[in-house]
């Protein structure tokens, strides 16, 4: 059942701020330490140190979908309020493909329920855009660069891979502008 929110893709957000898209080489930045200045809520703290004892082998399978509560960290919105994120992970041509939507201001999630082929076909057709992502040992990363601004989700799951954390950041000018820290249930 859905409720009253709004929708936004990666896509339209990196192309609200950039005028291309592309995963890097990946970054020596330990996202589990961005609450370690404070600033962070509960919930936030609590991903980021799941996020530090987490593994980056949940995306196996041809597709994999998560969907579960996202919490921001900016001057927007309240930090111990849970929005919805929702990510899927499909193997092509030897690549990494990731979709993903945020959801804001829904009163539960949009896309409990569905297979993991169906949340991509619902996030692509709300927008989101496969982009390659960068499996390293230890994480999956993707980036959205250009040279005034800088988009960056890391992944990790726990043991099981039933749970996805999610650790985003939005740059620029070189400074922090944004943070997002997502507690996602396997689909």
């Known amino acids: 059942m859905r409720h009253k929110g709004f929708l936004i893709s990666f896509a339209t957000l990196a192309l609200a701020f950039t005028s291309s898209a592309f995963a890097d ?5 330990d996202p589990s330490q961005f609450c370690d ?5 509960t919930p936030m703290i609590a991903i980021a140190k799941a996020y530090g004892e987490g593994f980056a082998d949940f995306a196996q399978k041809d597709i994999s979908g998560f969907s579960g509560k996202c919490f ?4 927007i919105y309240d930090p111990n309020y849970a929005h919805y994120g929702a990510f899927t992970f499909a ?3 030897n690549q990494l493909f990731i979709n993903g939507m ?7 999630d949009p896309y409990s329920g569905l297979s993991a082929v169906d ?6 057709k709300n927008g989101s855009k496969g982009t390659a992502g960068v499996v390293r040992a230890d994480h999956i990363e993707l980036a959205y660069i250009e040279p ?3 988009i960056r989700y890391w992944y990790r799951s726990d043991k099981i891979k039933k749970t996805l954390f999610v650790i985003g950041r939005q740059m620029a000018a070189g400074s922090t502008t944004s943070l997002v820290f997502c507690k996602l249930l396997a689909h």
Do not use: I, W
Not at 25 to 29: K, L, N, T
Not at 102 to 108: D, L, V
């Open 25 to 29: 080489q990946g970054s020596s930045v």
């Open 37 to 41: 200045g404070g600033g962070c809520s």
């Open 72 to 75: 921001h960290l900016d001057n």
């Open 91 to 93: 193997h092509e041509k």
């Open 102 to 108: 945020f959801g804001f201001f829904y009163e539960e």
């Open 119 to 124: 949340l991509r076909s619902a996030l692509e």
């Open 148 to 150: 005034s601004s800088e």
